[in-house]
């Protein structure tokens, strides 16, 4: 391949990095078109914490062509090492420089680095040569490593890295690590949103005695629930952002109402089902996905698949997916957790509940879902148990 055609596919590389949101699928990615670049037949990814790097991404083809792609990623643990010269790739975060070797296994003794072979033995491989660059963006910051294994010619044969490798690669890693930021900007920009919808979702549940926990817990029930729907991975991300918000409109509930202790009357419970149109007055009108379809959630999560419940008496496909989700994961949790004013249910009391309700309160898509991801749910209901 010409320079002028490594350029025009570099660039062509930096504008389909640039385009990836997730930071997870962008990792993969970068590893990926590194290797593609230099024919490498592994790579691996480290990203920088302070005094730390993260090995985050792992691939490699002859193990995964040797026994499977769901071995190549058992074969890979993450995990967290020092900067220091203990190993090439360590030390490539800490000076900065680019390291291309021939054969790992015949440094001289004087260089500053040494190889880590574990990673070898662990999966019986043997790594050869190794292309090893440091990420730097903008501000002239070592943001990560991206470390290439075994570049191969033609036939298959290990052969060291083409010197003319070093800048192109180089310049890639440099795209990657502008890349890397934006996206982990975006990561903890959605984490802070996300957070901010909690504490204000928690406002509302605080006047109700219920607790951050729940908003956690149910939202997660949700975002699994359409997991096992099939959602896209956005769309169930959706779920869980806007989950929150469903009891929104219990800030527009009387105290006399909403905190009485004993059964309310038949007056007072006409008023508390309002918080469902109250929620969707507080949420309408927004130019915004998520705030939409916090409305549309607020509006029907007490919506029954039978048509019995409230507040316009939808039934079947006319409930919004979103609040069919929301009304399970609801349920469950209400009914699952202990409160000052109730016992919580043993958890198989719970489940023949919600059994008994499918096709009545639930649609049945949604609870089949439900219990296809039960493991799931019930690792978020240890995660976030509330203390007795």
């Known amino acids: ?9 570099l660039i062509n590389i930096g504008i389909a990095l640039t385009s990836e949101k997730r930071l997870d699928n962008l990792l993969e990615k970068i590893v990926e078109e590194a290797r593609r670049f230099t024919s490498a037949d592994a790579g691996s990814l480290y990203l920088k914490e302070e005094d730390h790097i993260h090995f985050v991404v792992s691939q490699n083809d002859t193990i995964r062509k040797r026994a499977g792609e769901k071995q190549e990623k058992d074969s890979f643990l993450p995990f967290t090492m020092p900067i220091s010269n203990e190993n090439i790739a360590g030390y490539v975060a800490l000076s900065g420089k680019v390291i291309n070797l021939e054969d790992v296994y015949n440094i001289p003794l004087e260089m500053p680095f040494r190889f880590n072979k574990s990673y070898d033995e662990r999966n019986n491989y043997t790594t050869r040569s190794m292309l090893v660059v440091p990420m730097i963006n903008n501000e002239n910051e070592i943001v990560g490593v991206l470390q290439l294994i075994n570049s191969m010619d033609e036939n298959g044969k290990v052969i060291p890295f083409k010197p003319q490798y ?3 690669i180089q310049s890639l890693a440099s795209q990657a690590a502008a890349a890397v930021q934006m996206a982990q ?10 957070e901010m919808i909690e504490r204000l979702s928690i406002a509302a549940e605080f006047r109700d005695k219920d607790t951050a926990l729940h908003i956690k817990r149910m939202s997660k029930y949700s975002q699994i629930i359409a997991d096992g729907l099939g959602f896209s991975k ?5 779920i869980l952002f ?17 905190l009485k202790p004993a059964k309310l009357t038949a007056e007072e419970f006409e008023e508390m089902k309002k918080h469902t149109t109250y929620g969707a007055k507080i949420l309408r009108d927004s130019d915004h996905k998520i705030i939409r379809q916090a409305e549309k959630i607020a509006l ?27 009304a399970l994961a609801d349920v469950f949790d209400a009914l699952s957790v202990k409160r000052c004013y109730k016992d919580a249910l043993p958890l198989d009391i719970v489940e023949k509940i919600i059994h008994n309700d499918t ?12 219990f296809e991801n039960y493991d799931r749910i019930l690792d978020v209901f240890e995660k976030y148990r509330e203390e007795d």
């Not at 391949?1 to 596919?9: G, L, P, S």
């Not at 900007?185 to 996300?194: A, I, P, T, V």
């Open 166 to 168: 070093e800048k192109l």
């Open 242 to 258: 806007t989950a929150p918000m469903h009891d929104i409109g219990k800030l527009g509930v009387p105290d006399s109402i909403l």
């Open 234 to 238: 956005e769309d169930s991300e959706m």
């Open 185 to 194: 900007l975006r990561e903890e920009l959605k984490d802070s949103n996300l």
């Open 1 to 9: 391949m010409d320079e002028q055609k490594m350029m025009d596919k």
């Open 359 to 370: 096709g009545t309160h639930f649609d049945p898509k949604v609870t089949k879902a439900f």
């Open 300 to 326: 029907s999560h007490h919506e029954k698949w039978d048509g019995t419940g409230y507040p316009n008496g939808l039934s079947g496909e006319n409930i919004p997916i979103e609040g069919r989700i929301v």
